[in-house]
């Protein structure tokens, strides 16, 4: 019965003052049970709570049972921060037309630098 309430192995053998072993050997089926027991009670528990209302638990069950999950949005503003900069980019500044090595990383890119582009002081 008390493996019904969530006790372990070594909780069981400290309150009978044994060793977990002996609880194993001797007790396993009836120790299975009562874990099953345990894990039914939880569930209609949670399931009742969801019913009634519970958004976290209405949440956390149809992750868990339905298999939903939320999308994340991705932070991409690092890694294009990172591609800019080898383009030749640096602190949001135009293309300077005088540097043939951001024109010709832009190039290499497939990309045309904007010809209207303004300057920024």
């Known amino acids: 019965m008390l493996a019904s309430f969530g006790c372990t192995y070594a909780d069981l053998g400290k309150y ?11 007790f396993r ?6 874990r099953s027991e345990m894990k039914l009670k939880l569930r209609t528990t ?4 969801a019913q009634n209302g519970s958004i976290a638990m209405q949440i956390w069950l149809s992750k868990n049972f339905l298999g939903m999950h939320e999308r994340t949005a991705i932070d ?6 990172t591609i800019l900069r080898e383009c ?10 005088k540097n ?4 010709k990383a832009l ?11 303004v300057a920024r002081s």
């Open 76 to 81: 991409m503003s690092g890694n294009l921060e």
């Open 46 to 49: 949670m399931w009742k709570s």
């Open 88 to 97: 030749g980019f640096e602190d949001n500044k135009p293309v300077d037309k």
């Open 29 to 34: 089926s009836d120790y299975n049970a009562g």
């Open 100 to 103: 043939n090595e951001q024109a």
């Open 107 to 117: 190039e290499d890119l497939g990309v045309q630098p904007n010809s209207t582009a």
């Open 16 to 26: 009978f003052g044994c060793d977990e072993s002996t609880i194993r050997k001797n």
